[in-house]
């Protein structure tokens, strides 16, 4: 089914401390913010949040098994952090197409995410390649 502009996905999820702490192995990036309480209550978000670019994965997992789906290959993202993700918290995230560029199988895609108040937390666009569904 080829996708039109103005469909839309989105879903809820959860980042846990847990995974905040793999990520950090993983990245390498184990900046105190993300894994000290102590460090963090003395800070302006008084407690560890989501490494920004750990939360936004959200947005590649959504296209390449979801919207578009099976296939996609997530080539670029814009990206401004407007509120912090902390962990053991709800969140969704929001992916609808734009644009379609149908000589390139491209679609731009509105990428964001917000909190259980709907405030947004990140916000951004992002292309995808699909041949079958763009």
Not at 47 to 72: E, N, Y
Not at 98 to 114: A, M, N, P, R, S
């Amino acid at each position: 089914m080829k996708l039109k502009v103005g469909d839309n996905y989105s879903e809820n999820f959860i980042i846990t401390q847990e995974m905040v702490n793999n990520f950090a192995e993983l990245s390498g990036d184990k900046n105190p913010l993300h894994l000290d309480k102590e460090f963090a209550a003395k800070t302006r978000f008084k407690k560890p949040v989501v490494h920004g670019l750990f939360s936004v994965t959200s947005f590649g997992k959504v296209m390449g098994t979801k919207f578009p789906g099976h296939g996609a290959i997530h080539v670029s993202q814009n990206l401004s952090f407007k509120r912090p993700l902390y962990p053991e918290k709800e969140y969704r995230v929001y992916v609808e197409l734009i644009k379609i560029i149908e000589d390139k199988h491209f679609g731009v895609f509105k990428t964001q995410i917000f909190d259980k108040n709907n405030k947004l937390i990140v916000d951004g666009t992002g292309t995808a390649l699909h041949e079958d569904k763009l």
